[in-house]
């Protein structure tokens, strides 16, 4: 009588266990697909932040050729859409003139001009990145000395 009797007390036990088991399991898989996307998000952000990386380095690339046609004392803006890096990314840039010196490590008979190029790749997201970059173009010193 007594096991008959703990079967009884036990009915439905086996249903409550289950069910809570299968609650517990429903929060695992939840929380595991929340996580999935919020990585796939952070990928995507890092992929459009290296797209803005890679544009702003094609600006800097695309103005090296130009520096000569900056004058003295003066900065000059250069705006490009759709660089094709990949995403729907763009830049900017800006060149200036920073002056003339002496070239290190030759003799007097050259002379320097220096530049900075500032270059900002922008993509989706707000994706952003400034790149700086200084150069300089040597030429024959006209003084000869």
């Known amino acids: 009588m007594n096991a008959s009797n703990s079967k009884r007390n036990q009915r439905g036990a086996a249903l409550v266990v289950g069910l809570l088991l299968l609650a517990v399991l429903t929060l695992l898989a939840v929380a595991g697909m929340n996580t999935a996307s919020t990585e796939l998000i952070m990928a995507g952000n890092e992929q459009f932040r290296e797209s803005a990386f890679q544009a702003a380095e094609a600006g800097i690339e ?7 046609t900056i004058p003295p004392g003066s900065t000059t803006s250069v705006d490009k859409n759709n660089v094709d890096v990949g995403h729907a990314t763009q830049y900017s840039t800006k060149s200036k003139y920073r002056g003339e010196g002496s070239v290190p490590g030759t003799s007097t ?3 320097g001009f220096y530049y900075d190029i ?3 790749g922008s993509g ?8 700086t970059q200084g150069a300089y173009i040597i030429n024959q010193n006209p003084d000869g000395g």
């Open 109 to 111: 008979k050259f002379v």
């Open 124 to 131: 989706p997201r707000n994706a952003t990145s400034v790149q």
């Open 118 to 120: 500032e270059s900002t």
């Open 62 to 68: 695309q103005q090296l050729p130009n520096l000569d």
